[in-house]
């Protein structure tokens, strides 16, 4: 039963659907997936948008009056299902799978990609009586309305891409070829900001190999996590962000508990890490495609930083990671069926614009562009203005160009 509530401004409602595990075998083992709908006060009968988040393994934002930034944008036209994708939030979640067996932990696992949640959304949709709805998606939530236009492109009326439009058919060690290198000039471009941070960053990797700094928590900040926080630097703010950081003593709570905030995968979200290369396997095995590609000046810098790149010692360096570790092993030896139907998309009507972030460092702008090639619907919108969280930043812009694009009004 469906419970809503007025804040100011807003009318949340909220949802709970019952959803298998695994859409081939309906009688099977159940989900919860959660979703809040929010309307304006006088909008509570406008179309439906769909917000599928980035991760994956994050859940939907939490909104109030003006946030997140670009909802006011969209209650003008739309109210907005705010989906905790299977495994996040609300949803039912997904921890370490205490008493499955690796191999079970896997398969479980192994559901969590976007055909799943799209058939998760498919059968919302058709639970709350919607012909069809639109669909907003940031990074990882594009890769979902992509794979929803391959597979049921019939739900939809319009779908936006932000930071999000993946490769078709790509093998992720091209993906990761691609994004190691935008990496490598993230890192030239950071230091020649701020050139003395190069010798504060050598100076503090004796320490951490020696084991002498570590997380709030007491895991020991292994040179292998702290290149990680380069994560940071697809983000707009993201060089500041780190040179903020390692401006404070590294003894400080503050550097701990700031450092253990930064990392980008962690315990809190484990399909982040766990799951992270599959989202890119559209028909192949990854077999750790981010740590076989990694550039040889990985090896000749200690400087240097690494982004959205999971290695599969981050299920060893955070114990929080570790009971799935063997499972993430067998993930990537998975031979993973195709996420998207070239066809299909080449066939496709529905109404689509996306945002092509045109120095993205997290989904590689070539690749999004030939994506954008193959759908005759899509308006693509290349720019340099935002970095891969322009959503969030300037999202009202953002999203009132996009619907601009798909209606024909730019």
């Not at 954008?372 to 935002?386: D, F, G, H, K």
Request: hydrophobic share 40%; with cysteine; net charge negative.
């Amino acid at each position: 039963m469906a419970t809503s509530v007025r804040v100011p401004g807003l009318v949340l409602t909220e949802h709970e659907f019952s959803v298998p595990l695994d859409h081939s075998r309906p009688d099977g083992e159940q989900l919860t997936v959660f979703a809040r709908e929010v309307a304006a006060p006088d909008g509570p009968d406008r179309p439906v948008l769909v917000f599928l988040q980035g991760g994956p393994g994050q859940e939907a934002p939490r909104p109030v009056k003006g946030a997140p930034g670009w909802l006011p944008r969209a209650l003008q036209d739309y109210r907005v299902l705010m989906l905790d994708q299977r495994g996040t939030g609300r949803s039912t979640p997904v921890g370490a799978l205490p008493g499955r067996t690796p191999a079970e932990q896997a398969e479980y696992l192994a559901h969590f990609r976007a055909d799943s949640i799209v058939r998760d959304a498919e059968l919302i949709r058709a639970r709350l009586g919607v012909d069809r709805w639109s669909v907003l998606g940031q990074s990882f939530g594009g890769f979902c309305a992509l794979t929803y236009l391959s597979h049921a492109p019939q739900s939809l009326r319009e779908a936006f891409f932000t930071g999000g439009l993946p490769p078709v058919k790509r093998h992720p060690d091209e993906v990761y070829t691609a994004t190691s290198e935008t990496l490598l000039e993230r890192n030239r471009r950071y230091y020649e900001r701020y050139p003395a941070d190069r010798e504060r960053v050598r100076g503090l990797h004796p320490r951490l190999a020696a084991g002498e700094l570590s997380l709030p928590d007491g895991t020991p900040l292994t040179p292998r996590l702290f290149r990680q926080l380069g994560s940071v630097l697809g983000a707009g703010e993201g060089a500041e962000t780190l040179h903020y950081l390692l401006e404070r003593e590294p003894e400080s709570p503050a550097f701990a508990h700031d450092v253990a905030a930064m990392l980008p995968f962690s315990a809190r979200n484990p399909l982040y890490a766990v799951i992270h290369e599959a989202c890119y396997a559209d028909g192949h095995a990854t077999r750790w495609s981010a740590e076989r590609v990694r550039p040889a000046a990985y090896d000749e810098d200690v400087t240097l930083f690494t982004g959205e790149h999971v290695f599969p010692s981050v299920f060893t360096d955070l114990p929080g990671l570790a009971p799935l570790r063997e499972a993430a092993e067998l993930l990537a030896e998975r031979e993973w069926p195709r996420l998207y139907d070239e066809d299909a998309l080449r066939r496709c009507d529905v109404p689509c614009a996306a945002a092509i972030y045109a120095e993205d460092a997290y989904v590689d702008r070539r690749f999004s562009e030939e994506t954008a090639r193959l759908i005759p619907s899509m308006r693509p919108w290349v720019t340099n203005e935002y970095e891969h969280n322009g959503l969030r930043v300037a999202g009202e812009h953002v999203l009132g160009r996009l619907i601009d694009l798909a209606r024909g009004h730019v």
